[in-house]
Each structure stands twice: as structure tokens, then as C-alpha cells.
């Protein structure tokens, strides 16, 4: 009885591991964007085994409209629309960065869903499902503050902002180092956010932040170069 205690054990505790040799992180669930736009929904993959591992990363199902599309992406190459999975290689402890879910907005105004399984290759039933609900809002408007060789950068939206601001961005040169700090009206620092050369989007925090005024600054190899107003509210 002993040893057949001891195996199930090992079965149990096998099992547990293999179910937690990854994550997902930095996950995103909700989504706002407007009309006409490429959403891109990064999909980072953490391998916390200790031998590399296949990822498979598959869209399970989506409500997509008749004027819009979606594929995967791995930093600037993307897969033909239709491909419904994505597999890739991650060394022991590494992070799978670059890879997202690019949706073309299309034309029509909405709320959308799109459903994804992560698991490790051979292994589908040990999965991480990964729900997105996107808002898309044909009077969403951002504008265009700041471009220049490196780097194209639109203005923080929606402001006034309650939980959560974004900033769309697009880096032209991958060696220059981006950054957004978020300041209060003291010009003490209440945010920091890098602006990875691989997104075209960044999120900022407000929902810890008391009402009121706050900027932003655009920082470029750590010198600033664009300064612009925050609201929040409650």
C-alpha cells in the first residue's frame, strides 16, 4: 500500500508540474481601439521548466466581422490570415517576447472576442486560455504628437481617463531606448513605462491615481522630448 501511495504521489506531483511549466504574462483582457486600426494583443510565453519546450498558441474562436481580420504575428513577419495556431521553441527560463495577435479593426463599430488555448506542444488538454474583449469605437480618436526617425507616438487616450490610459506608438529604430513617466503636478514621478521596440501599444495605470491633472513625458535615450496633460477622474 506504501508504494503504491508513493507512485500516485508522483503521478499527482508529476502532473502539477507539467501543468505549471509556463505562463502567461502580462496578459491584457480588455481592449479599446477605434475604426481602420491594427490592434496588436501581445502574447508572451514564460518556459519556468528547466529543458526547452514547443508552445503551442491557438485562437479557439473569435466573433470577428466580415470587414475585419486577425493573424499572428513574430515581431514584423506575420502569418497569412486563417492560420488558426502558432507554435515556437523557448529555452529553459527564457520569455517568448515579440509575438501577438494582430487584428485589423476593420470598418464597423463594436465589441468583439477572441478566444486563445496556450499549452505546451503534445500537451493540449494542460492549457492557459486567454480571453480578449476588444471595444471597438469609430469616435475613438488619436492624435498624432510626435514623429520623427525613430519613433511615431500618438497622444494618451481616452483623457479624461478613469482605470486605464494607452499610448500608440511605433519605434522606427530599434536601438533607441523609449520611455513613457507619467508625473503629478508637483513633478514628482507616479509612473514608468518602457515602449519595447516589438509593441505598438503601452498601457497606463490611473485607477490608483487620485483625481486631477498629471503629464506625461516622452523620453528618448533618457532625454525628454515631449511633454503632454493627463486627466484623470473618478
Known amino acids: 500500500m506504501k508504494s503504491i501511495a508513493t507512485l500516485l504521489m508522483l503521478i499527482l506531483c508529476s502532473l502539477g508540474a507539467s501543468a505549471q511549466n509556463f505562463d502567461l504574462i502580462d496578459r491584457q483582457e480588455n481592449y479599446q481601439t477605434g475604426l481602420s486600426e491594427n490592434l496588436r494583443i501581445p ?3 514564460k518556459n519556468n521548466s528547466d529543458k526547452a519546450q514547443f508552445y503551442v498558441i491557438r485562437k479557439v474562436s473569435s466573433d470577428l466581422g466580415g470587414t475585419q481580420k486577425g493573424y499572428f504575428c513574430l515581431d514584423k513577419n506575420c502569418l497569412e490570415t486563417g492560420i488558426e495556431e502558432f507554435s515556437k ?5 527564457e520569455t517568448l517576447t515579440g509575438l501577438a495577435y494582430t487584428l485589423e479593426t476593420g ?3 463594436g465589441q468583439n472576442n477572441i478566444r486563445f488555448e496556450i499549452f505546451a506542444k503534445g500537451m493540449p488538454h494542460d492549457f492557459i486560455e486567454h480571453n480578449v474583449n476588444i471595444s471597438i469605437d469609430e469616435k475613438l480618436a488619436k492624435t498624432l ?3 520623427s526617425k525613430d519613433i511615431t507616438i500618438h497622444d494618451v487616450y481616452p483623457n479624461p481617463a478613469v482605470d486605464q490610459a494607452f499610448v500608440d506608438y511605433q519605434i522606427h529604430n530599434d536601438a533607441i531606448k523609449a520611455k513613457v513617466v507619467v508625473h503629478n503636478i508637483l513633478g ?3 509612473g514608468n513605462y518602457d515602449l519595447p521596440f516589438s509593441d505598438l501599444k503601452v498601457k497606463i495605470q490611473t485607477e ?3 483625481p486631477g491633472v498629471y503629464f506625461y513625458t516622452l523620453y528618448l535615450d533618457n532625454d525628454g522630448v515631449l511633454t503632454r496633460k493627463l486627466i ?3
Open 145 to 147: 504628437v510626435f514623429k
Open 107 to 109: 470598418l464597423v463599430s
Open 43 to 45: 502574447l508572451r510565453i
Open 89 to 93: 521553441r523557448v529555452e529553459p527560463g
Open 232 to 234: 484623470v477622474r473618478k
Open 208 to 210: 490608483e491615481l487620485p
Open 188 to 190: 514628482s514621478p507616479v
